[in-house]
Protein backbone atom coordinates (compact mmCIF):
# COMPACT_ATOMS: atom_id res chain seq x y z
CA UNK A 1 0.00 0.00 0.00
CA UNK A 2 3.00 2.10 0.81
CA UNK A 3 4.82 1.61 -2.61
CA UNK A 4 1.29 2.07 -4.10
CA UNK A 5 0.46 5.81 -2.87
CA UNK A 6 4.30 6.58 -2.94
CA UNK A 7 4.46 5.82 -6.69
CA UNK A 8 0.71 7.60 -6.80
CA UNK A 9 2.41 10.87 -5.58
CA UNK A 10 5.14 10.25 -7.86
CA UNK A 11 2.80 10.26 -10.55
CA UNK A 12 1.35 13.10 -9.40
CA UNK A 13 3.96 15.46 -9.45
CA UNK A 14 5.21 14.42 -12.90
CA UNK A 15 2.00 14.66 -14.11
CA UNK A 16 1.95 18.53 -12.82
CA UNK A 17 5.16 19.41 -14.23
CA UNK A 18 4.12 17.70 -17.71
CA UNK A 19 1.32 20.08 -18.00
CA UNK A 20 3.43 23.25 -16.91
CA UNK A 21 5.97 21.86 -19.77
CA UNK A 22 3.48 21.38 -22.36
CA UNK A 23 1.74 24.41 -21.20
CA UNK A 24 4.32 27.05 -19.81
CA UNK A 25 5.60 28.05 -23.28
CA UNK A 26 2.28 29.57 -24.26
CA UNK A 27 2.06 31.72 -21.44
CA UNK A 28 5.79 32.86 -21.63
CA UNK A 29 6.48 32.76 -25.33
CA UNK A 30 8.44 30.84 -27.29
CA UNK A 31 11.65 31.70 -25.12
CA UNK A 32 14.93 31.15 -27.16
CA UNK A 33 13.34 31.00 -30.76
CA UNK A 34 13.83 34.01 -32.52
CA UNK A 35 10.51 35.60 -33.14
CA UNK A 36 8.11 34.75 -36.30
CA UNK A 37 8.02 38.43 -37.52
CA UNK A 38 11.52 38.69 -37.97
CA UNK A 39 12.65 37.63 -41.38
CA UNK A 40 16.14 37.11 -41.80
CA UNK A 41 17.76 39.94 -43.41
CA UNK A 42 18.14 40.13 -47.45
CA UNK A 43 21.68 39.56 -48.77
CA UNK A 44 23.41 42.97 -48.68
CA UNK A 45 23.65 45.26 -50.95
CA UNK A 46 26.25 45.79 -53.32
CA UNK A 47 26.53 50.16 -53.22
CA UNK A 48 26.28 50.66 -56.93
CA UNK A 49 27.85 53.27 -58.86
CA UNK A 50 25.71 55.55 -60.35
CA UNK A 51 25.83 58.48 -62.95
CA UNK A 52 28.07 59.39 -66.02
CA UNK A 53 31.56 57.74 -64.11
CA UNK A 54 31.97 55.40 -66.80
CA UNK A 55 31.41 57.99 -70.02
CA UNK A 56 28.59 55.69 -71.18
CA UNK A 57 27.49 56.64 -74.78
CA UNK A 58 23.58 55.94 -74.36
CA UNK A 59 20.60 57.07 -73.02
CA UNK A 60 20.04 54.53 -70.29
CA UNK A 61 21.75 51.59 -68.85
CA UNK A 62 22.23 49.73 -65.76
CA UNK A 63 24.42 46.76 -64.27
CA UNK A 64 23.28 43.84 -62.63
CA UNK A 65 24.75 40.51 -61.35
CA UNK A 66 22.23 37.77 -62.58
CA UNK A 67 22.33 35.47 -59.92
CA UNK A 68 21.22 38.06 -57.00
CA UNK A 69 19.80 40.46 -58.97
CA UNK A 70 22.05 43.59 -57.37
CA UNK A 71 22.41 46.80 -59.24
CA UNK A 72 26.44 47.13 -59.13
CA UNK A 73 25.70 50.37 -61.79
CA UNK A 74 23.26 52.21 -63.27
CA UNK A 75 22.56 55.76 -65.15
CA UNK A 76 19.22 57.26 -65.62
CA UNK A 77 17.68 53.82 -65.09
CA UNK A 78 14.19 54.32 -64.25
CA UNK A 79 13.58 56.72 -67.66
CA UNK A 80 10.84 55.11 -69.86
CA UNK A 81 12.19 55.02 -73.01
CA UNK A 82 11.21 52.67 -76.26
CA UNK A 83 13.06 49.57 -76.42
CA UNK A 84 12.83 48.25 -79.70
CA UNK A 85 13.56 44.68 -80.35
CA UNK A 86 14.34 44.05 -76.88
CA UNK A 87 10.94 43.90 -76.32
CA UNK A 88 11.19 39.82 -77.91
CA UNK A 89 12.87 38.70 -74.95
CA UNK A 90 9.18 39.24 -73.42
CA UNK A 91 7.93 37.46 -76.44
CA UNK A 92 10.53 34.66 -76.17
CA UNK A 93 10.14 34.30 -72.11
CA UNK A 94 6.27 33.72 -73.06
CA UNK A 95 6.78 31.07 -75.93
CA UNK A 96 9.31 29.07 -73.12
CA UNK A 97 6.61 29.05 -70.53
CA UNK A 98 4.15 28.08 -72.83
CA UNK A 99 6.70 25.14 -74.26
CA UNK A 100 7.64 24.34 -70.19
CA UNK A 101 3.80 23.81 -69.83
CA UNK A 102 3.62 21.04 -72.70
CA UNK A 103 1.22 23.66 -74.77
CA UNK A 104 3.91 23.34 -77.44
CA UNK A 105 6.91 21.83 -78.40
CA UNK A 106 10.07 22.61 -80.49
CA UNK A 107 8.72 21.11 -83.59
CA UNK A 108 5.33 22.62 -83.31
CA UNK A 109 4.37 24.27 -86.54
CA UNK A 110 3.93 27.97 -86.58
CA UNK A 111 1.81 29.33 -89.41
CA UNK A 112 2.41 32.39 -91.41
CA UNK A 113 -0.80 35.01 -91.20
CA UNK A 114 -0.73 38.13 -93.40
CA UNK A 115 -0.70 39.99 -90.32
CA UNK A 116 2.90 38.59 -89.49
CA UNK A 117 4.08 38.76 -92.70
CA UNK A 118 3.15 42.53 -93.09
CA UNK A 119 5.79 43.29 -90.48
CA UNK A 120 8.75 45.71 -91.49
CA UNK A 121 12.49 46.20 -90.54
CA UNK A 122 14.34 43.13 -89.74
CA UNK A 123 12.74 39.70 -91.06
CA UNK A 124 12.92 36.41 -92.89
CA UNK A 125 10.53 37.60 -95.44
CA UNK A 126 7.52 35.18 -94.18
CA UNK A 127 5.11 34.67 -97.18
CA UNK A 128 1.30 34.20 -95.58
CA UNK A 129 0.31 30.57 -95.67
CA UNK A 130 4.27 29.58 -94.85
CA UNK A 131 4.89 27.29 -91.87
CA UNK A 132 7.83 27.01 -89.84
CA UNK A 133 9.07 24.00 -87.01
CA UNK A 134 8.90 26.65 -83.81
CA UNK A 135 12.58 25.83 -83.02
CA UNK A 136 13.88 27.58 -87.04
CA UNK A 137 11.50 30.37 -85.61
CA UNK A 138 13.18 30.85 -82.19
CA UNK A 139 16.22 31.10 -84.59
CA UNK A 140 15.31 33.58 -86.80
CA UNK A 141 14.04 35.67 -83.22
CA UNK A 142 17.16 35.15 -81.97
CA UNK A 143 19.92 35.47 -84.30
CA UNK A 144 18.52 37.42 -87.08
CA UNK A 145 15.80 39.73 -84.71
CA UNK A 146 13.17 38.44 -87.28
CA UNK A 147 10.07 40.56 -86.18
CA UNK A 148 8.04 38.82 -89.05
CA UNK A 149 8.80 35.48 -86.95
CA UNK A 150 7.84 37.07 -83.24
CA UNK A 151 4.89 38.13 -84.32
CA UNK A 152 3.77 34.67 -85.81
CA UNK A 153 5.16 32.90 -82.63
CA UNK A 154 2.83 35.73 -80.81
CA UNK A 155 -0.32 34.65 -82.48
CA UNK A 156 0.70 30.88 -82.02
CA UNK A 157 0.94 31.36 -78.39
CA UNK A 158 -1.24 33.69 -77.80
CA UNK A 159 -4.18 33.31 -80.73
CA UNK A 160 -4.11 36.42 -82.09
CA UNK A 161 -0.97 39.16 -81.61
CA UNK A 162 -3.48 41.85 -79.34
CA UNK A 163 -4.57 38.90 -77.26
CA UNK A 164 -0.34 37.96 -76.79
CA UNK A 165 0.04 41.59 -75.98
CA UNK A 166 -1.86 41.81 -73.26
CA UNK A 167 -0.26 38.53 -72.23
CA UNK A 168 3.23 40.45 -72.25
CA UNK A 169 1.65 43.41 -69.78
CA UNK A 170 0.03 40.87 -67.73
CA UNK A 171 3.49 39.17 -67.19
CA UNK A 172 5.41 42.43 -66.96
CA UNK A 173 3.03 43.37 -63.75
CA UNK A 174 3.39 40.07 -62.31
CA UNK A 175 7.64 40.11 -62.57
CA UNK A 176 7.53 43.88 -60.90
CA UNK A 177 7.77 45.20 -64.65
CA UNK A 178 6.11 48.91 -62.98
CA UNK A 179 7.03 51.23 -65.74
CA UNK A 180 6.90 48.83 -68.88
CA UNK A 181 4.07 49.04 -71.55
CA UNK A 182 4.04 46.84 -74.72
CA UNK A 183 1.80 47.48 -77.40
CA UNK A 184 3.33 44.76 -79.70
CA UNK A 185 5.55 41.85 -79.57
CA UNK A 186 8.09 42.75 -81.56
CA UNK A 187 9.18 46.30 -80.74
CA UNK A 188 8.70 48.23 -84.02
CA UNK A 189 8.28 51.88 -82.96
CA UNK A 190 4.67 52.48 -81.72
CA UNK A 191 3.38 54.90 -78.92
CA UNK A 192 2.97 54.20 -75.68
CA UNK A 193 5.60 51.23 -76.30
CA UNK A 194 8.16 51.89 -73.45
CA UNK A 195 10.14 50.57 -70.53
CA UNK A 196 13.16 51.23 -68.50
CA UNK A 197 16.92 49.73 -68.21
CA UNK A 198 16.26 48.68 -64.85
CA UNK A 199 13.05 46.80 -66.01
CA UNK A 200 14.68 45.08 -69.16
CA UNK A 201 17.00 44.06 -66.08
CA UNK A 202 14.69 42.45 -64.61
CA UNK A 203 13.38 40.87 -67.64
CA UNK A 204 16.37 39.39 -68.83
CA UNK A 205 17.40 38.37 -65.45
CA UNK A 206 14.29 36.07 -65.66
CA UNK A 207 14.52 34.41 -69.12
CA UNK A 208 18.45 33.57 -67.96
CA UNK A 209 17.67 31.89 -64.50
CA UNK A 210 14.02 30.38 -65.55
CA UNK A 211 14.80 29.58 -69.44
CA UNK A 212 18.74 29.00 -70.19
CA UNK A 213 17.62 27.10 -72.89
CA UNK A 214 17.14 30.49 -74.60
CA UNK A 215 21.24 31.12 -74.59
CA UNK A 216 21.28 28.05 -76.97
CA UNK A 217 19.61 30.47 -79.50
CA UNK A 218 21.34 33.65 -78.35
CA UNK A 219 24.72 32.46 -78.51
CA UNK A 220 24.32 31.53 -82.28
CA UNK A 221 26.53 33.07 -84.92
CA UNK A 222 24.97 32.63 -87.82
CA UNK A 223 22.23 29.66 -89.87
CA UNK A 224 19.92 29.23 -92.71
CA UNK A 225 16.34 28.45 -93.36
CA UNK A 226 14.90 27.45 -96.32
CA UNK A 227 17.24 24.88 -96.89
CA UNK A 228 20.55 27.29 -96.86
CA UNK A 229 18.20 30.07 -98.98
CA UNK A 230 17.87 32.61 -96.14
CA UNK A 231 20.94 33.42 -94.37
CA UNK A 232 20.61 34.27 -90.51
CA UNK A 233 23.56 36.54 -88.81
CA UNK A 234 23.63 37.25 -85.06
CA UNK A 235 23.09 41.54 -84.56
CA UNK A 236 25.26 41.08 -81.62
CA UNK A 237 28.49 41.16 -82.79
CA UNK A 238 29.62 41.04 -79.22
CA UNK A 239 29.73 37.34 -79.62
CA UNK A 240 32.67 37.81 -81.55
CA UNK A 241 34.63 40.60 -79.67
CA UNK A 242 33.60 39.96 -75.94
CA UNK A 243 35.40 37.34 -73.57
CA UNK A 244 32.45 35.27 -72.05
CA UNK A 245 29.21 36.96 -73.56
CA UNK A 246 26.22 34.47 -73.95
CA UNK A 247 23.49 36.57 -75.26
CA UNK A 248 20.83 37.96 -75.17
CA UNK A 249 19.28 40.65 -77.72
CA UNK A 250 19.97 43.47 -79.56
CA UNK A 251 17.48 46.03 -80.62
CA UNK A 252 17.71 49.44 -83.33
CA UNK A 253 14.50 51.58 -84.32
CA UNK A 254 14.36 55.40 -85.19
CA UNK A 255 12.67 56.01 -81.54
CA UNK A 256 14.58 53.35 -79.21
CA UNK A 257 17.98 54.23 -80.81
CA UNK A 258 20.51 51.87 -80.55
CA UNK A 259 20.12 49.06 -77.78
CA UNK A 260 21.09 45.82 -76.34
CA UNK A 261 21.20 43.46 -73.14
CA UNK A 262 24.11 41.68 -73.09
CA UNK A 263 24.99 38.40 -71.01
CA UNK A 264 28.26 37.04 -69.96
CA UNK A 265 29.91 35.23 -67.71
CA UNK A 266 33.21 34.87 -66.14
CA UNK A 267 34.42 32.40 -63.42
CA UNK A 268 31.46 31.84 -62.76
CA UNK A 269 29.92 35.64 -61.93
CA UNK A 270 27.48 36.33 -64.45
CA UNK A 271 26.23 39.67 -65.22
CA UNK A 272 23.75 41.28 -67.45
CA UNK A 273 24.80 44.89 -68.99
CA UNK A 274 21.52 46.31 -70.69
CA UNK A 275 22.30 49.66 -72.74
CA UNK A 276 19.32 51.93 -74.23
CA UNK A 277 19.20 54.92 -76.57
CA UNK A 278 22.57 54.70 -77.81
CA UNK A 279 23.45 56.85 -81.30
CA UNK A 280 25.04 53.71 -82.98
CA UNK A 281 25.57 50.31 -83.11
CA UNK A 282 29.46 50.84 -82.39
CA UNK A 283 28.64 53.21 -79.36
CA UNK A 284 25.99 50.36 -78.17
CA UNK A 285 28.88 47.49 -78.02
CA UNK A 286 31.28 50.01 -76.53
CA UNK A 287 29.01 50.87 -73.44
CA UNK A 288 27.97 47.34 -72.94
CA UNK A 289 31.73 46.34 -73.10
CA UNK A 290 32.45 49.03 -70.48
CA UNK A 291 29.66 48.02 -68.18
CA UNK A 292 30.83 44.35 -68.72
CA UNK A 293 34.34 45.20 -68.12
CA UNK A 294 33.63 47.07 -64.73
CA UNK A 295 32.10 44.25 -63.18
CA UNK A 296 34.35 41.87 -63.95
CA UNK A 297 37.02 43.83 -62.33
CA UNK A 298 34.95 45.18 -59.44
CA UNK A 299 32.91 42.19 -58.39
CA UNK A 300 33.39 38.31 -58.16
CA UNK A 301 31.29 35.13 -57.55
CA UNK A 302 32.45 33.37 -53.97
CA UNK A 303 31.76 30.13 -52.94
CA UNK A 304 29.74 30.16 -49.44
CA UNK A 305 32.07 29.09 -46.32
CA UNK A 306 32.34 25.83 -45.75
CA UNK A 307 28.85 24.73 -42.59
CA UNK A 308 29.40 20.93 -43.30
CA UNK A 309 29.87 20.56 -39.34
CA UNK A 310 26.28 23.18 -38.95
CA UNK A 311 24.17 21.58 -36.47
CA UNK A 312 21.11 19.51 -38.43
CA UNK A 313 18.47 19.33 -35.48
CA UNK A 314 17.16 21.45 -32.77
CA UNK A 315 16.18 20.44 -29.22
CA UNK A 316 12.51 21.40 -28.96
CA UNK A 317 10.91 21.66 -25.62
CA UNK A 318 6.98 21.20 -24.78
CA UNK A 319 6.34 18.80 -26.96
CA UNK A 320 6.26 14.78 -27.59
CA UNK A 321 9.14 15.64 -30.45
CA UNK A 322 12.42 16.26 -28.61
CA UNK A 323 14.05 17.44 -31.56
CA UNK A 324 13.36 19.04 -34.88
CA UNK A 325 15.20 18.46 -38.58
CA UNK A 326 16.64 22.06 -39.81
CA UNK A 327 16.46 22.83 -43.10
CA UNK A 328 19.09 24.98 -45.03
CA UNK A 329 17.84 25.49 -48.38
CA UNK A 330 17.72 29.65 -48.76
CA UNK A 331 21.19 29.76 -48.30
CA UNK A 332 22.74 30.82 -51.34
CA UNK A 333 25.07 28.68 -54.08
CA UNK A 334 27.37 31.68 -54.59
CA UNK A 335 28.12 34.90 -52.99
CA UNK A 336 28.28 38.25 -54.81
CA UNK A 337 31.82 40.15 -53.43
CA UNK A 338 33.96 42.93 -54.04
CA UNK A 339 36.81 41.49 -56.28
CA UNK A 340 39.43 39.82 -53.67
CA UNK A 341 36.84 39.32 -50.62
CA UNK A 342 36.46 35.75 -51.20
CA UNK A 343 39.35 34.85 -49.11
CA UNK A 344 38.11 37.05 -45.57
CA UNK A 345 34.54 34.97 -46.15
CA UNK A 346 33.84 34.64 -42.95
CA UNK A 347 30.08 32.34 -41.81
CA UNK A 348 28.29 32.10 -38.71
CA UNK A 349 25.00 30.05 -37.40
CA UNK A 350 22.89 31.75 -34.69
CA UNK A 351 20.73 29.20 -33.31
CA UNK A 352 19.23 28.52 -29.93
CA UNK A 353 20.40 25.88 -27.48
CA UNK A 354 16.43 24.92 -28.08
CA UNK A 355 13.22 26.24 -28.90
CA UNK A 356 9.65 25.88 -27.37
CA UNK A 357 6.96 24.58 -28.78
CA UNK A 358 4.56 24.95 -31.29
CA UNK A 359 7.50 25.32 -34.03
CA UNK A 360 5.49 24.79 -37.74
CA UNK A 361 7.15 23.93 -40.47
CA UNK A 362 9.24 27.09 -41.99
CA UNK A 363 9.59 28.94 -39.19
CA UNK A 364 12.75 30.27 -39.04
CA UNK A 365 14.78 29.45 -35.76
CA UNK A 366 17.95 30.92 -36.24
CA UNK A 367 20.40 32.70 -38.97
CA UNK A 368 23.98 31.97 -40.97
CA UNK A 369 25.51 34.99 -41.55
CA UNK A 370 28.36 35.29 -44.15
CA UNK A 371 30.73 38.90 -43.77
CA UNK A 372 34.01 39.85 -45.93
CA UNK A 373 36.61 41.60 -43.73
CA UNK A 374 33.97 42.23 -40.99
CA UNK A 375 31.16 43.85 -43.49
CA UNK A 376 28.37 41.57 -43.62
CA UNK A 377 27.87 40.36 -46.94
CA UNK A 378 24.82 38.88 -46.73
CA UNK A 379 22.18 36.60 -43.48
CA UNK A 380 19.63 34.19 -44.35
CA UNK A 381 17.35 31.95 -42.62
CA UNK A 382 17.60 28.64 -40.91
CA UNK A 383 13.99 26.95 -40.82
CA UNK A 384 12.31 24.22 -39.17
CA UNK A 385 11.71 21.55 -41.24
CA UNK A 386 9.18 19.61 -39.51
CA UNK A 387 6.41 20.72 -36.87
CA UNK A 388 6.49 20.15 -33.61
CA UNK A 389 3.09 20.47 -31.87
CA UNK A 390 2.34 21.66 -28.13
CA UNK A 391 2.05 18.49 -26.00
CA UNK A 392 -1.93 18.42 -24.70
CA UNK A 393 -2.93 17.05 -21.55
CA UNK A 394 -3.63 13.58 -22.81
CA UNK A 395 -0.32 13.06 -24.10
CA UNK A 396 1.75 14.18 -21.14
CA UNK A 397 -0.38 11.69 -18.92
CA UNK A 398 0.07 9.22 -21.24
CA UNK A 399 3.47 9.30 -21.86
CA UNK A 400 4.03 9.95 -18.25
CA UNK A 401 2.51 6.56 -17.19
CA UNK A 402 4.50 4.87 -20.21
CA UNK A 403 7.42 6.06 -18.47
CA UNK A 404 5.96 4.55 -14.78
CA UNK A 405 4.95 1.41 -15.56
Known sequence: ??????????????????????????????????????????PAAVKAAAGDSLSLPCRTAILIDQDTGTVLYEKNADQRVP?????????????????????IDYDTKVPVSSHAASMGGSQIWLEPGEDFPLDQMLRAICVSSANDAAVAVA???????????????AKAAELGMTDTTFKNACGLDTEGHLSTARNVAILSRTILNQYPEVLHYSGIWTDTLRNGQTMLVNTNKLLRRYDGITGLKTGTTGGAGVCISASATRNGLNLIAVVLGANSSAERFEAAAKLLDYGFANYEAAALPDLSGRPLYLAVTGSGDTEIPLDYTELPGRLLVPSGGSASLEASISLPESCAAPVSLGDQVGTVTVTSNGETVGSWPIRAAADAARMDFDTAVRLMLESLF
Open 1 to 42: MVRRSLALSCAAALCLWLVVLAFGPAARGAEGMQPEAQPAAA
Open 155 to 169: ELVGGSEESFVAMMN
Open 83 to 103: IASITKVMTLLLTFEAIHAGK
